[in-house]
């Protein structure tokens, strides 16, 4: 199984970018999608979840702004992020495990490599 995120970068404060995650899950419909973040020193962070049909969960940090969806046929899964803040700057990685999504990061088995986003003030 791979997961492979993309769509990191250098943006200004207000500004937005579109995560991607690709995963070659046989049945990715019936798994739990989700993105997370770490910044140096600090724990991995729940960031936005999606399963089912029509289910998601953000951090509060994030409602507003975050906006998580999938594409069954693509196999792919999406954060848009807009109004991003300095505070929004981390390394974010797409997890995925079955049943609905955790925020606890030790209940997911898959995960992608990471893409690096940076807000600057």
């Known amino acids: 199984v791979q997961l492979q995120a993309c769509g990191g970068g250098l943006v200004q404060a207000g500004g937005y970018l579109r995560l991607s995650c690709a995963a070659s899950l046989r049945t990715f419909s019936r798994y739990a999608m989700a993105w997370f973040r770490q910044s140096p020193g600090k724990e991995r962070q729940f960031v936005a979840g999606i399963w089912g049909d029509y289910y998601d969960d953000y951090t509060d940090s994030v409602k507003g702004r975050f906006s998580i969806s999938r594409d069954n046929a693509q196999k792919t899964v999406y954060l848009q992020m807009n109004s991003l803040k300095p505070e929004d700057t981390a390394v974010y990685y797409c997890?995925?495990?079955?049943?609905?999504?955790?925020?606890?990061?030790?209940?997911?088995?898959?995960w992608g490599q990471g893409t690096q986003v940076t807000v600057s003030s």
């Open positions: 997890a995925a495990d079955l049943g609905r999504a955790m925020r606890n990061p030790v209940t997911y088995n898959y």
